[in-house]
C-alpha cells in the first residue's frame, strides 16, 4: 500500500511521515524499527518512475536514515533492515543504487564495534546478492577492498568475509572450450593477491630449515594465519553455495599445502576446525584433468622430506599423514579420472613407497593402508609387480649388530613399511582368498621372529586373517594352500595346546 502510495503521489507523501520515521529509526524499539525499515523500502520501490530531481531529493534524505539504523541496530533488528535492503535492490538496476552502494561501501569495518562492522558487512553481501552478474565493476571493486582486510582480527568478521568473496567470484564456473568467459572476478585473480600473502608461512612450513609451528605463530597475531582462515571460510562458502567442483581447480591448489601442513595444529581450534572441513570437501571434489598435477605437487610438497642426521626437515609427521590421508580418498573419489593420467598413478606410487621409508611408525602406516586400499581398487594395475617390489623392500638387510628391539634404523623403517603395507593388503580381502594371498601370507609367516614391531605386526595381521576367514575356512579357503603352505601357516593360526 505505501509503494502505490509513493509511486502515485512521489515524494510529498513523504513528507507525512518524516517526523516519525525520524524519530523511530534512532530508537531501538523493534516494532519502530520496523516501520522505518518497511516505510523506507516501500519509498524506495515507489520511486520507479520518478524524475531525477525527485530521486535526488529521495536519496539525501534517506541514505542518512539508513546510515543512522545501522549506528542503532541490534541483533535483533538486524534482519528488518536486511530485508529492508533486499527489498530495495530486488530485481533492479544496479545503476539507479550507486549512491547506495558508495554509502554502504563507505562504512566498510569502519563501525565503532565488531558487530557493527559485521552489519555493515552483511548490508554488503545483501545488495551485491542480488544484483548478481549484473554488476560486474562493483564486484571488482569489492573483492579488492576485501583483499587488504582479509587478516583481519576477529572470528565472525572473518566469516562474513568469506561469504562477501564467495559473491564476488560465485559465476566463476568452469566453462566450455571457446565459450566467452564472464566480465565477473576470478578465483585466480584473487588467488594472485592470497598467497604473497602466505609466503611467510613457507619457511616454517615447507623451508629447508626446520622452524617449530608453536603456539606463537600459530596465534592470532599471525596474519598469515589469519588470512589462511580467512580463505578457509571462502572456501566452506563455496562448497555451501554452489554445486560445480570449484574446489579443485588448478589455481585453488596452492592452498591445498598449506591447509594440510596446519590442519594437524592443537594450539588453534578455529583453525584446526576450518581446515579440517575444508580438506573434507576438498577430498571428494571431482579432479579436473589440469589439475590432476597441481594438486598432485601440493602433496608432495607437504609429504617431501629431507633426512640429515637424524633430523627431519619440512612439515611434521602429523601433517604428512593428513596429507596421505587426503591422498587416499581424493584418489577413491578420482580413480576414473586417474586411470586416464598414467603419469600421475606412478606418482603416487612413487611417493607412497617414499613414505614406507619414513622414520616417523605413523606415517609407515598410514602410508601402508593408502597402498593397500589402492591396490584393492586396482589403480596400480601391476598388483603382481607392486608386490614383488615390497617383497624386496621387506628383505632389506640389517646391519650386523642390530637388536630385536630397535626402531632407530633406516634399514628398520624399510622393512617395517613394506611388511605393514603387505599386511594391509591382506586386511583388504577379509572373506575372500585371492591367487596371490597365500605367497603373501606365507612370506609374512617367516617374519614372526626378530625384530619386536615387525613381530606384532605380522602376528597381529595373521590373527585379523584367522578371523575374518574362520567361518569357511574348511569349505572354500582351506584349498586355495598347499600342504606346505597350511603347515607353515598352522603354527600361527591355530594356538598352541598345552598338552601337546
Known amino acids: 500500500m505505501y509503494r502505490d502510495l509513493f509511486r502515485n503521489y512521489g515524494w510529498s507523501v513523504f513528507e507525512l511521515f518524516r517526523p516519525k520515521v525520524e524519530e523511530f529509526v534512532g530508537e531501538k524499539k523493534e516494532s519502530h524499527q520496523r516501520f522505518?525499515?518497511?516505510?523506507?523500502?516501500?519509498i524506495t520501490r515507489g520511486s520507479k518512475h520518478w524524475t531525477f530531481k525527485e530521486l535526488e531529493i529521495m536519496w539525501d534524505n534517506v541514505i542518512p536514515l539508513i546510515g543512522k539504523a545501522m549506528e542503532v541496530v541490534s541483533s535483533e533488528t538486524l534482519h528488518m533492515w536486511l530485508y529492508c535492503i533486499s527489498w530495495i535492490v530486488e530485481d533492479r538496476d544496479p545503476r539507479r543504487f550507486s549512491r547506495l552502494i558508495k554509502a554502504a561501501k563507505g562504512t566498510f569495518l569502519n563501525g565503532r564495534t565488531i558487530f557493527h562492522d559485521a552489519s555493515n558487512l552483511y548490508l554488503l553481501e545483501t545488495i551485491f546478492c542480488q544484483f548478481e552478474w549484473k554488476f560486474a565493476e562493483g564486484l571488482h571493486q569489492l573483492l579488492n577492498d576485501v583483499s587488504t582486510k582479509l587478516n583481519i582480527n576477529y572470528k565472525n568478521i572473518r566469516d562474513k568475509m568469506g561469504h562477501i568473496i564467495n559473491r564476488c567470484t560465485a559465476v566463476d564456473y568452469p566453462i566450455m572450450h571457446g565459450t566467452r568467459p564472464t566480465i565477473s572476478p576470478r578465483r585466480a585473480e584473487f588467488m594472485e593477491t592470497v598467497l604473497p600473502q602466505l609466503k611467510p608461512l613457507d619457511t616454517g612450513l615447507f623451508g629447508t630449515e626446520w622452524v617449530v609451528v608453536d603456539s606463537t605463530s600459530l596465534s592470532d597475531d599471525n596474519d598469515a594465519?589469519?588470512?589462511v582462515k580467512t580463505v578457509a571460510s571462502w572456501l566452506l562458502n563455496t562448497r555451501y553455495l554452489n554445486c560445480c567442483n570449484t574446489f579443485t581447480t588448478p589455481e585453488m591448489m596452492p592452498l591445498l599445502s598449506y591447509l594440510l601442513a596446519l590442519e594437524p595444529n592443537e594450539v588453534?581450534?578455529?583453525l584446526k576446525s576450518l581446515t579440517s572441513r575444508a580438506l573434507f570437501y576438498m577430498s571428494k571434489d571431482h579432479l579436473t584433468d589440469s589439475s590432476v598435477d597441481a594438486a598432485l605437487d601440493a602433496i608432495e610438497k607437504v609429504v617431501t622430506s629431507t633426512n640429515e642426521e637424524e633430523k627431519v626437515l619440512g612439515c611434521t609427521w602429523q601433517a604428512k599423514c593428513t596429507a596421505l590421508v587426503f591422498l587416499q580418498v581424493m584418489s577413491f573419489a578420482n580413480l576414473f579420472i586417474l586411470r586416464q593420467h598414467s603419469s600421475a598413478i606412478e606418482r603416487i606410487k612413487s611417493l607412497l613407497f617414499n613414505c614406507l621409508k619414513a622414520p616417523q611408525v605413523e606415517?609407515?602406516?598410514?602410508?601402508g593402508q593408502t597402498v593397500g586400499g589402492l591396490l584393492r581398487t586396482q589403480l596400480f594395475s601391476d598388483m603382481p609387480g607392486v608386490i614383488g617390489e615390497l617383497k624386496v623392500l621387506a628383505k632389506t638387510p640389517l646391519p650386523k649388530g642390530t637388536k630385536k628391539g630397535q626402531t632407530d634404523i633406516k634399514e628398520i623403517w624399510m622393512r617395517h613399511g613394506a611388511i605393514k603395507t603387505l599386511c594391509d593388503l591382506v586386511r583388504a580381502y577379509p572373506y575372500t582368498v585371492p591367487d596371490w594371498l597365500p605367497d603373501v601370507t606365507v612370506f609374512l609367516a617367516n617374519f614372526t621372529r626378530g625384530n619386536h614391531m615387525i613381530a606384532n605386526e605380522v602376528k597381529k595381521c595373521m590373527s585379523d586373517f584367522k578371523r575374518t576367514h574362520?567361518?569357511?575356512?574348511?569349505?572354500?579357503?582351506?584349498?586355495?594352500?598347499?600342504?606346505?603352505?597350511?603347515?607353515?601357516l598352522q603354527g600361527l593360526l591355530v594356538a598352541p595346546n598345552y598338552y601337546a
Open 36 to 42: 522505518a525499515a518497511e516505510l523506507i523500502s516501500a
Open 225 to 227: 594465519i589469519k588470512v
Open 268 to 270: 588453534d581450534e578455529d
Open 363 to 367: 606415517v609407515r602406516q598410514v602410508a
Open 470 to 488: 574362520l567361518d569357511s575356512w574348511h569349505e572354500e579357503h582351506k584349498h586355495k594352500f598347499t600342504e606346505d603352505q597350511l603347515s607353515l
